[in-house]
């Protein structure tokens, strides 16, 4: 434990990454999956579960919890680690892109963000300062700069106006930030990253990626990606953006996504990733094991007597019947939800400590061929 | 353990007992309330934290797993207990209240019943023999026979030929059980209990007491009760039922029901309880409590840092916040339901181990006088 932020590389193999997150929290080992904890839960999961499963950070989403329950009110009651039962790192987004993607009449100029709240229809502004505070009050290990996020595909001169706003805000974000440390409200050890946008043009991706790291975040993250582009278009992308990024610091694809799509991801160099899919998954039936996607709806698995996944530590893969599971989803039973969602976050778990071993071994390349293989 | 079944009366006090029933999948402490796991699931409630809370027996819905999964693919499986991994005594009802309650287009001849299932509409057949056979296959340690249970208010004419149609019934099931106990379908150690009908008519009860009780069950049932009449009619009924029921066998009063009505029945000799409130109160952000019944909606209780119930053992009443059940709660979250329905099954569990204790001790009169002043 420690109360800096730090991160360091531990080894590097065929462009992979194994390193570590030095938090006051604990440690996030990296490659890292971040379950999605939208409104202060990672839905029908306990924190316990989440632990055992091995997750060492979660995510919240600042869109959600700044309508309900309010971040001066979870700041009364002790901080979001507290509400929610999670003592490990918590890494909170600045709440643009669900603005976005939820929210109702949303009018952006320079200045930010006012929309109006898809619970109850009040009005809301979202300024990068107030995206900051809201992540302080909240108690976030790692926040992220307010940026604005754009659907593809999309004009040139729209992505280019989203990523030079993005810049304007990063750069009011990060003085924020820092005013906050100086009068308390971020805590030593929290940290703020930057996010690089561009869409999948290559010019203003470089030229966003320099901006941003000049301005010398804590870490650096590749938004505007898995957001309706082809995963080749996405790689690509993500490939010229990394290269541009300073070894020394965690990078973070945001919203990514298959579990082959983190294989290729890290195998570029990305550190951190976050996506609802496997918690979305799981609620819908939907289960990741080792050999591929099982679709628990399906009349096949009726009489099936075998566990979910042989390979899984997890007891919700390992211990009850594909018969059974089939059945709870049928009968659209909580528990059908409980333990899809439960088996495929451990599932990513063990994606990643298996990506994370491979490359502590030198092994990634072999290794990657071989699971895509499997997983396809 | 033991392959037979047994029942020890191990203490009566002020007309409360306390006492044991002997299964080869174990002892079931009586007064003993069992969760109802209607689907082969408790609902949001994993098989270990039932087992944890004190649960030495769970309810499962005839009516339901006739329709889906199927008893005879559940007996494949390996039966019910393998299949919803519940390795403790499971009870079946006999699937006749849920017929009358939620199937469609249903048909009563002395034969049984015909009607449709509320899933596909599919027709089905329900007779008594059919009814045990079901539960044979399922592997219920504790079934019931099928019986006509009617709706209060009721004219006497119905409630006379709905008594007589379940003693018709009762001897049926009887036979038909032990038949299948000769040919091994039930198992040694699996036990059949009869169900006493009558409205809240007395002389109709005593009638079909009487009857019931000379059809020499392993155990007798109370029926037709908490459908609509008043808690005092409940109880006068219950009364003059209990007092012709033979002391040395257990008395299951089926459907009840709110602690209150739990205390006010284990005092008139009742030993077994099922009810869909807990799990149901809970998935609706109502709590049980030693202090009363607590609406988690309520607006009152989002800046509440307190626990839901500090003389709780169980975690989700003892380590989360009321603000957080309400925040969960509003926002419709699965861990809302899930935390709640633990909590309130955890809380049954921990008033029926408190009557336990209380007749054990020779002081329930006063135990129980107190317990209703706080739950009131």
């Avoid at 929210?103 to 200045?111: C, F, G, H, M, P």
């Avoid at 010229?240 to 298959?258: H, I, N, Q, S």
Wanted: aromatic content about 8%; charged content about 25%.
């Amino acid at each position: 434990m420690t109360d800096r932020f730090s991160f360091r590389l531990l080894e590097t193999d065929a462009g992979a990454r194994f390193g570590e997150i030095g938090t006051p929290r604990g440690i996030v080992r990296t490659p890292a999956f971040m379950p999605v904890g939208t409104a202060a839960t990672v839905k029908a999961i306990y924190p316990d579960q989440l632990k055992a499963a091995g997750a060492d950070i979660v995510l919240a989403n600042t869109y959600h919890l700044m309508l309900r329950p309010g971040p001066e009110r979870v700041a009364r009651l002790g901080g979001l680690h507290a509400f929610m039962r999670w003592d490990k790192p918590i890494l909170t987004d600045s709440g643009g892109f669900q603005v976005m993607s939820l929210a109702k009449l949303r009018r952006i100029t320079d200045e930010g963000v006012t929309f109006q709240s898809h619970i109850d229809g009040a009005t809301h502004v979202l300024t990068p300062e107030r995206a900051v505070e809201i992540q302080c009050l909240l108690g976030a290990d790692i926040q992220m700069q307010l940026d604005e996020c754009i659907e593809l595909p999309a004009g040139h001169d729209d992505v280019e106006r989203a990523v030079e706003r993005s810049l304007a805000w990063g750069m009011r974000s990060r003085r924020a930030f820092e005013r906050l440390m100086e009068v308390g409200t971020a805590k030593p050890g929290q940290a703020l990253f930057g996010i690089v946008q561009g869409g999948t043009d290559a010019d203003l991706r470089r030229r966003s990626t320099d901006a941003v790291v000049a301005m010398d975040f804590a870490g650096n993250a590749i938004g505007g990606l898995a957001v309706g582009e082809t995963q080749s278009a996405m790689l690509a992308t993500l490939e010229l953006t990394a290269e541009r990024l300073p070894a020394e610091k965690p990078r973070y694809l945001m919203g990514v996504g298959t579990p082959v799509d983190l294989i290729e991801s890290v195998a570029r160099g990305s550190d951190m990733f976050d996506c609802v899919l496997p918690t979305r998954s799981g609620r819908h039936g939907q289960a990741f094991t080792w050999a591929g996607k099982v679709n628990l709806r399906n009349a096949r698995y009726a009489d099936d007597p075998g566990p979910l996944d042989p390979e899984s530590s997890c007891p919700a893969a390992r211990d009850y019947s594909r018969a059974y599971l089939h059945h709870l989803v049928k009968a659209e039973e909580y528990l059908g939800a409980m333990l899809l969602s439960w088996a495929n976050v451990a599932f990513y778990q063990q994606l990643m400590a298996a990506m994370r071993g491979a490359i502590a071994e030198g092994r990634f390349a072999r290794w990657a061929e071989e699971a895509k293989r499997r997983l396809a």
